[in-house]
């Protein structure tokens, strides 16, 4: 039972153009969100996050955006660079479990970044 | 410099054997964690350790422990009961045990092949 879901597996854009990344949740306890990068054979590095009592959060050409009702939240690059090319992982963490910070991770989508 | 450091970066073994993957951080982080990744799949999680002498298992812990004697150093063992152990080995760990909004941060994780 995937409970955050990145239903696109790969994604192609243009250098300097708007890069959007997607992940739905169904698990409607989930109130923290975290954006992950990860290169290969690296490990995963934090990029940005989200607390459910907000809707954006911005830090440079990151944008998160978090749509409760829809259980939707999407990640905004702009522009994107070719170094941004990567795996890109939604997490979510539950905060019913307090103490226990376990996150649930989406299969990530590949993101890459055109020349 | 601090960090969160996992060794070896490659790993063989043959099938029926146990092998002890390191991790290691020097960022006093209170909270630690092992992570798996498979191909198309998201980080699932095996156990979690929140403080030293005290662990939790996570969604796919069979086959699988760890210690947490310091609060530096969280070893994760794959036994031979683990039916397919051939994955990328993630450790993570977060400062403050019991803040979720506190973030993990990963280190550079160590493939582990079964021959």
């Known amino acids: 039972d995937q409970q955050v879901k990145q239903n696109s597996p790969s994604l192609s854009v243009q250098e300097g153009r708007i890069s959007i990344l997607n992940c739905d949740y169904t698990?409607?306890?989930?109130?923290?969100f975290l954006w992950y990068k990860k290169y290969p054979a690296e490990g995963p590095t934090f990029l940005i996050s989200?607390?459910?009592?907000?809707d954006k959060n911005e830090d440079g050409r990151f944008t998160v955006f978090l749509n409760k009702s829809a259980k939707h939240l999407s990640l905004h690059i702009v522009p994107s660079q070719p170094g941004d090319s990567a795996v890109y992982f939604c997490?979510?963490?539950?905060?019913?479990?307090?103490?226990?910070?376990?996150?649930?991770f989406g299969t990530g989508t590949r993101l890459t970044i055109i020349p | 410099d601090g960090g969160i450091t996992q060794s070896p970066k490659y790993l063989f073994r043959k099938e029926g054997q146990n092998v002890t993957l390191s991790c290691e951080q020097n960022?006093?982080?209170?909270?630690m964690y092992w992570y798996r990744q498979d191909p198309g799949q998201g980080l699932r999680l095996i156990y979690y350790?929140?403080?030293?002498?005290?662990?939790q298992k996570g969604d796919i812990a069979e086959g699988y422990s760890v210690s947490r004697e310091k609060k530096e150093s969280f070893p994760l063992t794959v036994t031979s009961a683990q039916k397919n152990p051939t994955a990328f080995y993630l450790c993570a760990s977060s400062l403050l045990a019991g803040v979720f909004t506190d973030t993990q941060y990963f280190g550079p994780g160590t493939r582990l092949t079964v021959l």
């Open positions: 698990n409607s306890m989930f109130d923290y």
């Open positions: 350790s929140q403080i030293v002498n005290d662990f």
């Open positions: 960022l006093n982080h209170d909270a």
């Open positions: 997490a979510a963490r539950d905060i019913s479990n307090f103490g226990n910070e376990k996150l649930t």
């Open positions: 989200i607390s459910s009592i907000k």
